[in-house]
């Protein structure tokens, strides 16, 4: 004869033994006494927390001969004896995984019209209901909306999301919640003392921690460890039940890795790699201590039940780091993936590193193309003048000095030569300010615009050609090659693209075309820059023409 399983020798027999669902059994007693019992009920909440055995105790509790339904039942009439041994005509138990189709409904429905046959009530307990088909579930509704007198549903779901609207206005829900760390830890002291089981607390715990919030997983794990090991249960045995590893260096790990100590975090990761050890269950076990870490530098620590021991060790570990760097840390772990190769650490290594940098110290990388000399450091030299006069002072000459050459090969060289020598001002020959005004804030930020706009106009086709792969293959780069395309300005971070043709400015202006644009451009000036396009007046008079007529240039083609 084989063992009863302890999920289901320890199912809760009255309200009472519920754990963890205070306020189910509470309103539950409060209907029973009343005699507002519904036709209907969904109990919705996470794999084993009790929804199908509250079914059970609700249909001893309706049928119950002693206490007539008014409160608990008492287990012991042959009603209750009948349930809870699962023999009972008029307590039907229905796994809606298996009975999916609209068939099976009908057969229900059929069914239901028939009186108990010797209980007051005949209790329809349906698992998992969301698995019902819509044409099921809709067969479902009128039934459950008027169903026949002494007939009562009970519907049972995981995945209350995936329930039917109408299906849930038409009863009464009670939501179970996840079983609590002690509340779990009390249930499985209860069952080891009452089995014969010497267990150690911290092993207790570990199984409770491992459990998920489930009875039902919780004591499947109790019996499997005591299966293997005996009465006597130690914390190591448990740990190896387990899988879990329990090494200190889960700890050391995470310290190196909060003190950014990149050097000692590898050496650690790899002294548990040579050792064998499952790195995703190391893993799992690194995420969990940062979390605590997290929790404790947070202030919220009342949810850990941690002993005094262990609340100082973590507050030690939480004070050389803080929140941003905890949460990062957690991120990185987070996110590996160790579907491809388990038994790689690369990505393990990886992570580590990535949440051990420091984002404020690490090296901005630019483009060689794109450094700028540095600005001089010395008092700018400046005429008597104001500085914009001078500015435009300096145009003039410059423009001045670009046309006397072709001057000077029809006059001789006779007259171009003073010309020349008459314009070329020393700079330290000027006078200087003694105590100049410091530059304006938006001058800072223009440094240097002149020579970063005078590198893009001049090398712009080799800025395409050296444009990344991903972004070659783009339709912006092979328009951006056209003729009449070209950068005009730089302000600050926009820089402004002027087109010939008003086609390839609208096709540039498109949301992605845009966005490889200004990454190509972001890549050589070296900073992030937005874009701002404009087009050139149209000089073709038969276009123009055209234009004015209503039409529209679709394609440009150049010759």
Same mark, same amino acid.
């Given at each position: 004869?084989?063992?009863?399983?302890?999920?289901?020798?320890?199912?809760?027999?009255?309200?009472?033994?519920?754990?963890?669902?205070?306020?189910?059994?509470?309103?539950?007693?409060?209907?029973?006494?009343?005699?507002?019992?519904?036709?209907?009920?969904?109990?919705?909440?996470?794999?084993?927390?009790?929804?199908?055995?509250?079914?059970?105790?609700?249909?001893?509790?309706?049928?119950?001969?002693?206490?007539?339904?008014?409160?608990?039942?008492?287990?012991?009439?042959?009603?209750?004896?009948?349930?809870?041994? %699962?023999?009972?005509?008029?307590?039907?138990?229905?796994?809606?995984?298996?009975?999916?189709?609209?068939?099976?409904?009908?057969?229900?429905?059929?069914?239901?019209?028939?009186?108990?046959?010797?209980?007051?009530?005949?209790?329809?307990?349906?698992?998992?209901?969301?698995?019902?088909?819509?044409?099921?579930?809709?067969?479902?509704?009128?039934?459950?909306?008027?169903?026949?007198?002494?007939?009562?549903?009970?519907?049972?779901?995981?995945?209350?999301?995936?329930?039917?609207?109408?299906?849930?206005?038409?009863?009464?829900?009670?939501?179970?919640?996840?079983?609590?760390?002690?509340?779990?830890?009390?249930?499985?002291?209860?069952?080891?003392?009452?089995?014969?089981?010497?267990?150690?607390?911290?092993?207790?715990?570990?199984?409770?921690?491992?459990?998920? %919030?489930?009875?039902?997983?919780?004591?499947?794990?109790?019996?499997?460890?005591?299966?293997?090991? %005996?009465?006597?249960?130690?914390?190591?045995?448990?740990?190896?039940?387990?899988?879990?590893?329990?090494?200190?260096?889960?700890?050391?790990?995470?310290?190196?890795?909060?003190?950014?100590?990149?050097?000692?975090?590898?050496?650690?990761?790899?002294?548990?790699?040579?050792?064998?050890?499952?790195?995703?269950?190391?893993?799992?076990?690194?995420?969990?201590?940062?979390?605590?870490?997290?929790?404790?530098?947070?202030?919220?620590?009342?949810?850990?039940?941690?002993?005094?021991?262990?609340?100082?060790?973590?507050?030690?570990?939480?004070?050389?780091?803080?929140?941003?760097?905890?949460?990062?840390?957690?991120?990185?772990?987070?996110?590996?993936?160790?579907?491809?190769?388990?038994?790689?650490?690369?990505?393990?290594?990886?992570?580590?590193?990535?949440?051990?940098?420091?984002?404020?110290?690490?090296?901005?990388?630019?483009?060689?193309?794109?450094?700028?000399?540095?600005?001089?450091?010395?008092?700018?030299?400046?005429?008597?003048?104001?500085?914009?006069?001078?500015?435009?002072?300096?145009?003039?000459?410059?423009?001045?000095?670009?046309?006397?050459?072709?001057?000077?090969?029809?006059?001789?060289?006779?007259?171009?030569?003073?010309?020349?020598?008459?314009?070329?001002?020393?700079?330290?020959?000027?006078?200087?300010?003694?105590?100049?005004?410091?530059?304006?804030?938006?001058?800072?930020?223009?440094?240097?615009?002149?020579?970063?706009?005078?590198?893009?106009?001049?090398?712009?086709?080799?800025?395409?050609?050296?444009?990344?792969?991903?972004?070659?293959?783009?339709?912006?780069?092979?328009?951006?090659?056209?003729?009449?395309?070209?950068?005009?300005?730089?302000?600050?971070?926009?820089?402004?693209?002027?087109?010939?043709?008003?086609?390839?400015?609208?096709?540039?202006?498109?949301?992605?075309?845009?966005?490889?644009?200004?990454?190509?451009?972001?890549?050589?000036?070296?900073?992030?820059?937005?874009?701002?396009?404009?087009?050139?007046?149209?000089?073709?008079?038969?276009?123009?023409?055209?234009?004015?007529? %209503?039409?529209?240039?679709?394609?440009?083609?150049?010759?």
């Amino acid at each position: 004869m084989t063992c009863q399983v302890f999920y289901r020798k320890w199912r809760p027999q009255t309200l009472a033994d519920l754990v963890g669902q205070e306020h189910v059994a509470h309103t539950l007693k409060n209907a029973l006494s009343s005699g507002r019992i519904a036709q209907a009920y969904l109990f919705c909440g996470p794999r084993g927390t009790g929804k199908t055995s509250t079914g059970r105790i609700l249909a001893k509790a309706v049928n119950c001969t002693t206490n007539q339904g008014k409160g608990e039942p008492c287990n012991t009439c042959p009603m209750c004896l009948s349930i809870t041994e %699962g023999s009972s005509m008029d307590v039907i138990e229905i796994d809606a995984a298996s009975n999916t189709g609209v068939d099976d409904i009908r057969e229900l429905k059929e069914k239901v019209q028939y009186a108990p046959a010797l209980a007051n009530y005949k209790v329809y307990i349906i698992d998992e209901v969301h698995m019902l088909s819509n044409s099921a579930s809709n067969a479902l509704l009128k039934t459950l909306e008027e169903p026949p007198p002494r007939v009562i549903f009970i519907l049972a779901t995981t995945e209350i999301h995936k329930v039917l609207p109408t299906i849930m206005s038409r009863c009464q829900r009670f939501d179970f919640h996840r079983v609590s760390l002690s509340d779990m830890s009390r249930k499985l002291e209860k069952i080891s003392q009452a089995e014969g089981i010497n267990i150690e607390p911290e092993a207790l715990k570990l199984i409770a921690r491992s459990a998920g %919030g489930s009875f039902r997983d919780g004591e499947n794990l109790l019996q499997q460890i005591a299966t293997t090991y %005996g009465t006597e249960i130690s914390l190591p045995q448990v740990q190896a039940a387990l899988g879990i590893s329990g090494d200190e260096r889960i700890k050391t790990l995470a310290e190196n890795i909060l003190k950014k100590d990149i050097k000692n975090g590898l050496q650690t990761l790899n002294a548990v790699v040579a050792d064998g050890i499952d790195l995703k269950q190391f893993r799992r076990e690194l995420l969990d201590y940062l979390r605590q870490i997290m929790l404790l530098n947070s202030g919220a620590e009342g949810s850990l039940e941690l002993t005094a021991d262990e609340k100082k060790a973590l507050q030690k570990v939480s004070a050389i780091t803080n929140l941003e760097g905890i949460t990062k840390a957690i991120k990185a772990f987070s996110q590996l993936d160790f579907s491809s190769d388990t038994a790689s650490s690369l990505s393990f290594e990886l992570a580590l590193v990535d949440a051990s940098l420091n984002p404020d110290t690490a090296p901005a990388t630019i483009p060689p193309q794109a450094k700028l000399p540095a600005p001089k450091t010395e008092k700018p030299a400046v005429s008597n003048e104001p500085p914009q006069k001078e500015a435009k002072a300096e145009i003039q000459d410059k423009t001045k000095n670009a046309s006397e050459p072709a001057a000077a090969s029809r006059t001789g060289a006779k007259e171009s030569a003073p010309k020349l020598t008459r314009t070329a001002i020393p700079v330290e020959e000027k006078p200087k300010y003694t105590a100049p005004a410091p530059p304006k804030e938006e001058e800072k930020v223009l440094i240097g615009a002149g020579d970063v706009i005078e590198q893009l106009k001049v090398s712009w086709k080799n800025i395409l050609d050296q444009a990344p792969d991903n972004l070659k293959r783009s339709a912006a780069v092979a328009i951006l090659r056209s003729a009449g395309v070209r950068p005009v300005s730089i302000e600050k971070n926009v820089v402004t693209l002027s087109f010939k043709y008003k086609y390839h400015k609208d096709k540039i202006e498109e949301l992605e075309n845009r966005k490889v644009t200004a990454e190509i451009i972001s890549n050589f000036v070296g900073r992030t820059c937005t874009l701002v396009c404009i087009s050139e007046a149209e000089t073709n008079h038969l276009v123009k023409e055209a234009q004015k007529l %209503g039409a529209q240039i679709i394609s440009v083609e150049e010759k």
